[in-house]
């Protein structure tokens, strides 16, 4: 009989330096990235020898965030193999040593509902004090941005399963600057055990755009989490910002994810929240006169001028083209440019509304993208002939340039 999972601990060992973001000189495609305000810098990766934690300090060199904040953390390996799929599932505790112990998460579905509400209104919390909705919504979005649909395995085929978390993920050029993500939520999967890295992720993203006064989500829990880095998806599989036909690029990322061209421009408008930093993805201002004071860490180029606000302002920005202070990039601006995309562009820009429920349901649709869910019908945390009204979003402090 295998002796009991709490009794297993892993040894941590320095990690080696991630490479920065590969820069515009170096490569013609830059990938999508949103950015958020400097955060100490906590990085912690997996291998398949075992789990590596080494803590840096942002006071000296520049936060990685990227979303940004254009939207993998602390990782952990996977224990013996002669475990079941299901008891490999675990979590990473801290002691103040700086050793890690797993501890496997409780058998039957594969996150429990209670601790999901909990870790939601913990997140709420978090948004609250950090302004990190942007760095949250893209931590879901390139764990779930993997899925391929013509690959029937799970998890070969990729999509929300946790992968994100593994130091081979998080290396991805997509992925720069989103340990900062995983740094900002790691308290909250150490304090709930029992809710999977795949669901936490989704539920921080899905709550990021709720709590920015955007539409409520869908949303439906109990995803499985990948056990090892050998279950991470290649690298690039996730969009680009500059492809040389980026009309192309993007029905070629997200029709293989099974979406259709409405869903491509809905999913866009998420860049109504956050900001892009050149010295992360290549792309954008150092400062604006949006952003030179925050909120959070000051810096980086906004699609729109309040950047926390959820709203259908990406759209109608883009359509004006007056404020060279406002970011848009080659897949953007083909949203107005592609006769197909075109028509539901035009329509979010008059119609908050028809965006608000368009990208609700795409939303959804791609938190789901390849994930296996336990129950297989999935878990449901809110009763929707019970909910509320949400309250009227209050946007932070922007910067103007008018002080």
Same mark, same amino acid.
């Given at each position: 009989?295998?002796?009991?999972?709490?009794?297993?601990?892993?040894?941590?060992?320095?990690?080696?330096?991630?490479?920065?973001?590969?820069?515009?000189?170096?490569?013609?495609?830059?990938?999508?990235?949103?950015?958020?305000?400097?955060?100490?810098? %906590?990085? &912690?990766? !997996? *291998? @398949? +020898? #075992?789990?590596?934690?080494?803590?840096? /300090?942002?006071?000296?060199?520049? $936060?990685?965030?990227?979303?940004?904040?254009?939207?993998?953390?602390?990782?952990?390996?996977?224990?013996?193999?002669?475990?079941?799929?299901?008891?490999?599932? %675990?979590? &990473?505790? !801290? *002691? @103040? +040593? #700086?050793?890690?112990?797993?501890?496997? /998460?409780?058998?039957?579905?594969? $996150?429990?509902?209670?601790?999901?509400?909990?870790?939601?209104?913990?997140?709420?919390?978090?948004?609250?004090?950090?302004?990190?909705?942007?760095?949250?919504?893209?931590?879901?979005?390139?764990?779930?941005?993997?899925?391929?649909?013509?690959?029937?395995?799970?998890?070969?085929?990729?999509?929300?399963?946790?992968?994100?978390?593994?130091?081979?993920?998080?290396?991805?050029?997509?992925?720069?600057?989103?340990?900062?993500?995983?740094?900002?939520?790691?308290?909250?999967?150490?304090?709930?055990?029992?809710?999977?890295?795949?669901?936490?992720?989704?539920?921080?993203?899905?709550?990021?755009?709720?709590?920015?006064?955007?539409?409520?989500?869908?949303?439906?829990?109990?995803?499985?989490?990948?056990?090892?880095?050998?279950?991470?998806?290649?690298?690039?599989?996730?969009?680009?910002?500059?492809?040389?036909?980026?009309?192309?690029?993007?029905?070629?990322?997200?029709?293989?994810?099974?979406?259709?061209?409405?869903?491509?421009?809905?999913?866009?408008?998420?860049?109504?929240?956050?900001?892009?930093?050149?010295?992360?993805?290549?792309?954008?201002?150092?400062?604006?006169?949006?952003?030179?004071?925050?909120?959070?860490?000051?810096?980086?180029?906004?699609?729109?001028?309040?950047?926390?606000?959820?709203?259908?302002?990406?759209?109608?920005?883009?359509?004006?083209?007056?404020?060279?202070?406002?970011?848009?990039?080659?897949?953007?601006?083909?949203?107005?440019?592609?006769?197909?995309?075109?028509?539901?562009?035009?329509?979010?820009?008059?119609?908050?509304?028809?965006?608000?429920?368009?990208?609700?349901?795409?939303?959804?649709?791609?938190?789901?993208?390849?994930?296996?869910?336990?129950?297989?019908?999935?878990?449901?945390?809110?009763?929707?002939?019970?909910?509320?009204?949400?309250?009227?979003?209050?946007?932070?402090?922007?910067?103007?340039?008018?002080?």
């Amino acid at each position: 009989m295998a002796e009991p999972l709490s009794q297993m601990k892993l040894l941590l060992k320095p990690p080696p330096t991630i490479p920065s973001p590969v820069s515009p000189s170096q490569s013609q495609h830059k990938p999508m990235a949103l950015s958020l305000g400097t955060v100490a810098s %906590s990085r &912690i990766f !997996a *291998s @398949s +020898s #075992g789990a590596r934690l080494s803590l840096r /300090s942002s006071s000296s060199s520049p $936060s990685l965030l990227s979303f940004s904040s254009s939207l993998k953390s602390l990782a952990f390996s996977p224990l013996s193999s002669h475990f079941s799929r299901h008891q490999r599932r %675990s979590v &990473i505790n !801290a *002691s @103040s +040593s #700086g050793e890690f112990s797993t501890v496997a /998460s409780p058998k039957g579905a594969a $996150s429990d509902p209670e601790q999901l509400k909990s870790a939601r209104e913990d997140i709420k919390e978090l948004l609250k004090s950090k302004f990190c909705h942007p760095i949250l919504v893209r931590l879901g979005w390139h764990d779930a941005g993997t899925y391929n649909k013509n690959i029937e395995e799970w998890p070969q085929r990729g999509g929300a399963n946790g992968s994100l978390r593994f130091e081979v993920e998080l290396k991805h050029a997509a992925n720069a600057g989103l340990v900062n993500a995983l740094e900002l939520i790691q308290p909250i999967k150490d304090k709930y055990s029992g809710v999977t890295y795949a669901d936490l992720f989704q539920l921080a993203s899905a709550t990021a755009i709720e709590e920015a006064g955007g539409p409520k989500i869908p949303m439906k829990y109990g995803r499985v989490d990948v056990s090892g880095p050998n279950e991470c998806p290649e690298e690039g599989r996730l969009p680009d910002a500059g492809p040389p036909s980026p009309a192309g690029h993007l029905r070629d990322v997200f029709y293989r994810m099974g979406l259709n061209d409405k869903e491509i421009v809905a999913l866009s408008g998420a860049h109504t929240l956050g900001r892009s930093r050149p010295e992360r993805s290549g792309w954008g201002k150092p400062e604006t006169k949006y952003t030179k004071d925050g909120p959070g860490a000051p810096g980086g180029q906004s699609w729109t001028v309040q950047w926390l606000k959820f709203d259908n302002s990406y759209f109608t920005d883009i359509k004006a083209k007056k404020d060279e202070d406002l970011l848009v990039l080659p897949t953007d601006a083909v949203l107005f440019e592609d006769p197909s995309f075109k028509v539901y562009a035009e329509k979010y820009a008059e119609d908050q509304e028809t965006f608000f429920k368009d990208y609700a349901e795409a939303h959804a649709e791609l938190s789901n993208l390849g994930a296996k869910f336990d129950p297989p019908e999935g878990i449901v945390l809110d009763d929707a002939s019970k909910q509320t009204a949400p309250e009227k979003f209050v946007a932070a402090k922007y910067s103007t340039g008018k002080d």
